[in-house]
């Protein structure tokens, strides 16, 4: 874990409102996940600046108790032109912790998300809160993806 400011950056990608209530998030994340790889999600982004993956975390209605946003996408120069069903983020400048997941995915990042709700000495901006999977997400047993929580500056 260490903290660090990242700068402004776009996304643009396809979106579902859920809630970790009863499992209901591992539900519908996985279904975007099915979608973004059926579809070829991925493919369809203008404006690409590179080929990593990002999970945004964002519009949270208070905790991550409650209700958010999450968009599954990849980031892009601007926000100008996103094709129809697709939505487009700013993820503004902030201060991020960072975790870094390693091991057979999903299970490694679903891992990190536990510890981080656990964290209670975590200060929490809620902002938005994105995983990024990069080339090191598809290297089966060893693979990573780095994890970014928005915190109180």
């Not at 697709?86 to 679903?110: D, R, W």
Request: hydrophobic letters at 35%; glycine letters at 6%.
């Amino acid at each position: 874990m260490s903290t660090e400011t990242i700068e402004q950056f776009y996304v643009i990608g396809i979106s579902t409102r859920t809630c970790n209530a009863n499992g209901q998030a591992a539900e519908d994340i996985e279904a975007l996940w099915v979608k973004f790889w059926n579809e070829n999600i991925q493919e369809q982004i203008p404006n690409k600046t590179s080929e990593d993956i990002y999970a945004i975390y964002t519009d949270y209605e208070s905790d991550f108790n409650h209700p958010y946003t999450t968009i599954i996408g990849l980031p892009v120069t601007s926000l100008e032109q996103i094709p129809d069903g697709f939505v487009g983020v700013t993820i503004e400048e902030a201060k991020y912790e960072k975790f870094v997941s390693k091991g057979k995915m999903p299970e490694a990042v679903g891992k990190t998300w536990f510890k981080i709700w656990a964290n209670t000495d975590l200060d929490r901006a809620y902002k938005a809160d994105f995983t990024v999977h990069g080339k090191k997400y598809y290297d089966g047993d060893l693979a990573e993806v780095e994890t970014f929580i928005s915190v109180m500056d």
